[in-house]
């Protein structure tokens, strides 16, 4: 059984400050790995994707992948109100198929 | 504009009652996926399709039920069967070709009365 976990929060982050969002997985044949913002309500929208270790950067948010410890980051940079939603991580394996974590509830504190 | 459509958006049910929730898409993808929110968890397959006329069941399959009798549609009924039906659902698609980057609707959210 495929597992993905993260902490679920609330991370609360002052505005202006670097959010750090971390998600960790169980199957090492993993190859992609996903985040995905979802306001309350609201279907998931995908915000960063990953599939080689190291940092990838998109504007403010950089994803960071480790596969030798199985574990994947997202950073959020200059946080604004705006971001304040759920994180989901999610990581995909060779048939396609997705598995989500529980997500992350972070709050941006004006 | 392209994209996946859900129908309808909410939804209230009596228990014993088969309800049926539409998914169209006009991405021209192939796979196409339901999955089950309940408040404060992530995500869970319910049943996927990968072309058309087949399908697989996901990790709750029990007391749902699929069709994908063209590439476009992909509804989902909740019948009877399933014991607690009352959640958030949502369809995705992904494009061949493509490692797992999915792309949903707005969801159906279905109340059982």
């Known amino acids: 059984q495929k597992e993905v976990e993260q902490n679920s929060g609330p991370l609360s982050v002052p505005e202006g400050a670097i959010a750090s969002l971390n998600c960790t997985y169980s199957?090492?044949?993993?190859?992609?790995f996903f985040w995905y913002r979802q306001y309350s309500g609201k279907s998931p929208e995908l915000i960063m994707f990953?599939?080689?270790?190291g940092d990838k950067e998109d504007g403010r948010f950089t994803a960071q992948l480790n596969k030798a410890s199985q574990y994947v980051s997202l950073l959020i940079r200059d946080s604004q109100p705006s971001d304040s939603a759920t994180y989901l991580c999610?990581?995909?394996?060779?048939?396609?198929?997705?598995?989500f974590g529980t997500g992350t509830k972070l709050q941006v504190i004006p | 504009d392209g994209g996946i459509t859900q129908s309808p958006k909410y939804l209230f049910r009596k228990e014993g009652q088969n309800v049926t929730l539409s998914c169209e898409q006009n991405?021209?993808?192939?796979?196409m996926y339901w999955y089950r929110q309940d408040p404060g968890q992530g995500l869970r397959l319910i049943y996927y399709?990968?072309?058309?006329?087949?399908?697989q069941k996901g990790d709750i399959a029990e007391g749902y039920s699929v069709s994908r009798e063209k590439k476009e549609s992909f509804p989902l009924t909740v019948t009877s069967a399933q014991k607690n039906p009352t959640a958030f659902y949502l369809c995705?698609?992904?494009?061949?070709?493509?490692?797992?980057?999915?792309?949903f609707g707005e969801g159906s959210r279905l109340t059982v009365l």
């Open positions: 999610a990581v995909g394996g060779g048939y396609q198929k997705v598995t």
């Open positions: 199957d090492r044949g993993s190859q992609s």
């Open positions: 990953i599939y080689s270790n």
């Open positions: 991405l021209n993808h192939d796979a």
């Open positions: 399709s990968q072309i058309v006329n087949d399908f």
């Open positions: 995705a698609s992904l494009a061949s070709g493509s490692t797992g980057e999915l792309f």
